[in-house]
């Protein structure tokens, strides 16, 4: 591959484009720490995450199980609580995804920076 300036532009653009953000990276030099600093933390979010709503849904299930254990007020609670779809556990996933996206954008505009001042000299 050639050692050409890249685009700031189009780097950022790339980034938030899922599979081709590898290209962003690899056009700097930087697929490796991509990897290490990006993807690694977003496989491990989603693992985490999905173990966290699977250990939810478990809990619901062991209270609808043994209805004799809960009080009325847990009743109430799980009744509601089987209407809403989304986890307690999910904004926490949203943030983590939302401050990952932040570090990818940071790390592909300094990288790509850094790739043209070096390339200048």
Do not use: C
């Amino acid at each position: 591959m050639s050692k050409n300036e890249v685009n700031i532009s189009s780097q950022i653009v790339l980034m938030f484009i899922p599979i081709i953000d590898i290209w962003a990276f690899y056009r700097i030099k930087k697929l490796r720490k991509f990897t290490l600093f990006a993807v690694i933390p977003v496989i491990l979010v989603v693992f985490v995450g999905s173990e966290l709503i699977e250990l939810e849904n478990i809990e619901l299930n062991i209270i609808k199980e043994n209805p004799k254990n809960i009080t009325e007020y847990q009743k109430h609670f799980e009744m509601q609580r089987d209407k809403i779809i989304t986890s307690q556990h999910m904004p926490i996933i949203v943030g983590l995804e939302i401050g990952l996206i932040v570090l990818r954008l940071y790390l592909v505009i300094r990288w790509s920076n850094k790739w043209n001042k070096e390339l200048k000299k």
